[in-house]
């Protein structure tokens, strides 16, 4: 049996961690307040190993692959929003949903991506409304007969490029149709597969095609009080180890030309998986925010690769919380989590992953932040140095119980009773 912490228990140890963190003038309280109000969206996909509802046994394409059989992955839209309450009961917070549009619900008929309408979204967004979850979006522009090329919106083809031009289209009016409806703005993020897996003669044609699809796509004006657009970039992926057609570059290109040019802004999403191993977001982040207005996070864990891995309470977590906080930009920036591990209970992921990335922005939040700017600014760099050390042995799992404890949800690994008698009575039954 786990031991398990009264509440007594947590409030006087919370007391003392309080006291504690008031030495160095960081008011616990207010990161509690301030932890409370923001939301991370859920990515859907983690439920049923990127299947989705159009053809569940149809073969994953663009370079994404989920490993593992751990039984009891979600078949249907009704088992999958289940699985998702199951998860959401167990973190603290009120948060968002992230939806791919291969989880469309068409009542059994074939629906081509490029005409889907909100129609096809309307018990997700009953759902939603229900559980006060916002909803993102994003078009799926892979496992398709026209993405097997390896090319969507830079494909040679005008007629490939048209109707996955039609699709992206199709997504930004569901996302306006989300934000509308529930009363806050629907992020859709345009990820594409593009590119070549050996080395290419012409770098230059795709992502001019790419532009002119981009401009196509955004071209009709949305109220961004319902929808907010987002580019995603990548480095390489699964057969595109060469050349990906949406870098870096040229996103964070697109979004600043358009924001200069007194266009509609467009968010530049960055994944944590979508760079070089020695490369991190966290050192993007305040570069990126002197030219562009908000950017999307999908935090992800790769192992050598882009690997997609639950997110872990690592050092780069932390990193990314932390600029988020220090640099005053908790409302630029929009936390999503991207990753999916077919291999361990996939409630239990959602559950250790938003957890985590929680708890990274709470240790962030309990930083005395201008006692540390100030030491940077004077020169002190051993002040610095001696502070961000201490923090690092401050009780901040007291804290984190606490809060825990006051949004009614388990406090330690006592969701995993939860997530294993959801398993025996709801996952094991699936087969």
């Known amino acids: 049996m786990r031991y398990q912490p009264t509440d ?41 190993d990127v299947a989705g509802f159009e053809n569940p046994e149809a073969e994953l394409g663009g370079g994404i692959a989920a490993t593992g059989n751990h039984p009891g992955k979600a078949r249907n839209a009704e088992e999958l929003r ?16 992230n939806l791919h549009a291969i989880y469309a619900e068409t009542g059994g008929k074939r629906v081509e991506r490029d005409e889907l309408q909100p129609e096809h979204f309307a018990n997700w967004v009953e759902w939603a409304r229900q559980g006060g979850h916002g909803i993102d979006f994003n078009p799926t522009c892979f496992s398709h007969p026209l993405a097997e090329s390896g090319f969507t919106l830079a494909s040679y083809d005008a007629g490939v490029r048209q109707f996955w031009i039609d699709h992206c289209i199709a997504c930004r009016r ?11 703005p629907c992020v859709t993020n345009i990820w594409i597969p593009d590119g070549f897996k050996d080395t290419p003669v012409d770098r230059k044609t795709p992502r001019l095609l790419l532009k002119e699809s981009l401009d196509a796509i955004l071209a009709e004006p949305i ?66 925010l002197l030219y562009v207005d908000e950017v999307l996070l999908h935090v992800s864990r790769g192992v050598r690769w882009d690997s997609d891995h639950v997110v872990t309470l ?41 957890r985590n990335a929680l708890r990274a922005l709470l240790m962030a939040l309990l930083e005395p932040a201008e006692q540390l700017r100030e030491l940077e600014v004077e020169g002190d760099f051993t002040g610095r140095l001696a502070l961000l050390e201490e923090l690092k042995g401050l009780p901040f799992g007291a804290v984190w119980d606490y809060y825990c404890m006051r949004q009614g949800v388990p406090v330690g690994i006592a969701y995993l009773d939860e997530i294993r008698a959801y398993e025996a009575q709801e996952l094991a039954v699936r087969g």
Not at 174 to 184: A, K, M, P, S, V
Request: aromatic content about 10%.
């Open 314 to 354: 690592t050092d780069e977590l932390q990193a990314i919380m932390q600029e988020t906080v220090r640099g005053g930009f908790l409302g630029r920036v929009h936390l999503g989590l991207d990753f999916f591990d077919a291999s361990i209970n996939r409630v239990a992921a959602w559950v250790v992953g938003t």
């Open 82 to 97: 289940r699985d998702l309450d199951k998860a959401y009961s167990l973190i603290p917070g009120t948060h968002r949903l």
């Open 223 to 288: 109220d961004p009080r319902h929808n907010l657009d987002a580019v995603e970039s990548k480095l390489f992926g699964l057969a595109s180890e060469s050349y990906v057609a949406g870098s870096h570059e040229f996103y964070l290109g697109y979004t600043v030309a358009r924001s200069a040019s007194g266009q509609p802004p467009v968010l530049l999403c960055l994944d944590s998986g979508h760079f070089h191993p020695t490369e991190v977001i966290s050192d993007k982040l305040s570069s990126v």
């Open 174 to 184: 569901i996302g306006q149709y989300f934000g509308r409806e529930l009363g806050t």
């Open 8 to 48: 007594n228990q947590i409030r006087e140890a919370y007391h003392l961690a309080r006291e504690r963190y008031a030495q160095l003038g960081v008011d616990t309280g207010q990161a509690l307040e301030t932890l409370s109000g923001i939301p991370i969206s859920l990515h859907c996909w983690q439920g049923d």
